[in-house]
């Protein structure tokens, strides 16, 4: 079973082969086809009979001897017929030479009786002995000289042509196969070379090939495959980084959990029991807060999703607000929204609710008490656009380019988070094949971040 399936397994050199022999048929099929009707064409039979015709005539001309006439004209006959015998063509050949008088000097063996007509210096058709004849029929100032040439059944024509076109293909294949099969193997070497060097690496070996694929054709093959282990270097690294910035994430909160639990099996005064489960709360809550943004952040992080749903984005914004409205009165944070009563779009759902909440949450948690938070949300030639805007700290010019990246927190707040709220958001928008920016917010300071997606 092996051996068949390497058999019958599809390979290039065979392709070539095979697409040569069609080829080669197909030119067989042609010629074929162009000869048949080159030969059975009565105009081209004509002119060709016409041509053999004046050949012998001019000839004869320059021949004043009756002896050497008769002699020369037999030996044509002669010539002809042996042609026509290794052709196994049933008709004879026919010539008549005849003096000026009319007298008739030489006639082809076995043809008497036959009555000859013709309009001089032309071909005409004519049936002889039960057969279709060219006639050429010329005169010079000696000789009258009378051609008859039997005009072949299309069977024995297809036969004796496909005949000799079938040996010349038959040669000329094998012609063609070697340097196109040579060709092919010298052409295949480079990417026996880049297989081999992609097999002698390691798991880890993730660095360019910089092979010299010598043909320009393959060049982008080893171009995508240096720009494929980049995107794989790039994600391996970022794995590594976000694994490791997790467990630095994580270690505080549980180290937390881990104190006051202690403090809580040794406490005897029910206060510092108290105070202990207050802080053991807290810690909780804030690993559970940091798990949930990082399985978010790996959710986005793939590059499949979920399918599209319709959502009305101007009632979830809506619902959101209502959500940060207690952390926002409690710093005395004015909430603003303009958006349309209802805004249906075909969106990744997750996506949206992450960058509707994290946005928020972010604008209510860094911005000034007493202050602003406006959100606005509106659709535009096929764009969605959401702005949420505050007018708190702001963040300086020189950080604006790292708010998005993970775990990243701005040096100038002291207020504690996880710094993966924002590289959310620019995963959801990335996922959503939209654009995060960052501008400044209400009243000249503070932050506006404004996200934009194509919707249908």
Not at 115 to 120: K, L, M, P
Not at 358 to 364: E, I, K
Request: with cysteine; hydrophobic share 45%.
């Amino acid at each position: 079973m092996k051996i068949l399936r390497s058999v019958v397994r599809p390979t290039l050199v065979r392709r070539v082969v095979i697409a040569l022999l069609a080829v080669s048929v197909l030119i067989w099929l042609v010629l074929m086809t162009y000869y048949y009707w080159q030969e059975s064409s009565h105009t081209a039979a004509a002119a060709r009979q016409q041509q053999r015709g004046e050949a012998v005539l001019a000839v004869l001309s320059e021949i004043n001897d009756v002896t050497e006439a008769r002699q020369a004209v037999a030996l044509y006959s002669a010539l002809f017929n042996s042609v026509y015998l290794r052709a196994d063509v049933s008709e004879r050949f026919l010539i008549q030479l005849e003096d000026h008088t009319g007298q008739r000097l030489y006639l082809t063996p076995g043809s008497d009786g036959i009555g000859w007509s013709g309009v001089a210096n032309e071909v005409v058709s004519q049936q002889l002995q039960g057969s279709q004849y060219q006639v050429y029929r010329g005169k010079s100032t000696q000789w009258v000289l009378t051609l008859a040439d039997p005009v072949p059944a299309p069977a024995l024509l297809l036969a004796r042509l496909s005949d000799n076109l079938t040996i010349s293909v038959l040669i000329s294949f094998p012609l063609l196969l070697l340097p196109v099969w040579y060709a092919v193997a010298r052409g295949l070497s480079p990417l026996r070379r880049l297989s081999d060097a992609i097999a002698a690496r390691g798991p880890d070996d993730l660095k360019p090939l910089e092979l010299d694929m010598t043909y320009a054709e393959l060049t982008p093959l080893t171009t995508a495959l240096d720009r494929l282990f980049h995107q794989l270097r790039a994600r391996i690294s970022r794995e590594h980084s976000f694994v490791q910035d997790a467990a630095h994430e994580l270690r505080t909160p549980i180290a937390v959990i881990a104190a006051q639990a202690h403090v809580m099996l040794k406490a005897v005064d029910s206060e510092d029991r108290r105070q202990a489960a207050q802080y053991l709360d807290a810690a909780i809550a804030r690993v559970s807060h940091l798990i949930e943004q990082l399985l978010d952040l790996a959710r986005f992080d793939t590059t499949s999703s979920t399918a599209a749903t319709s959502l009305d984005v101007a009632q979830l914004l809506r619902q959101e607000l209502v959500n940060v409205a207690m952390p926002a009165m409690a710093r005395d944070i004015e909430l603003s929204l303009e958006a349309p009563d209802q805004l249906h779009c075909l969106l990744d759902s997750q996506a949206w609710l992450s960058i509707v909440q994290n946005l928020l949450s972010n604008a209510v948690r860094y911005g000034r008490d007493g202050g602003q938070v406006m959100a606005e949300l509106a659709e535009q030639n096929g764009i969605l656009k959401l702005s949420v805007a505050d007018d708190g700290p702001g963040i300086s010019p020189a950080e604006q380019s790292l708010v998005f990246e993970r775990f990243y927190r701005v040096t100038s707040t002291d207020i504690s988070g996880s710094g993966l709220g924002l590289a959310i958001v620019a995963q959801a928008v990335m996922r959503l094949g939209g654009k995060v920016r960052l501008e400044q917010g209400l009243h000249g300071r503070g932050c506006n971040f404004i996200v934009e997606i194509p919707v249908e």
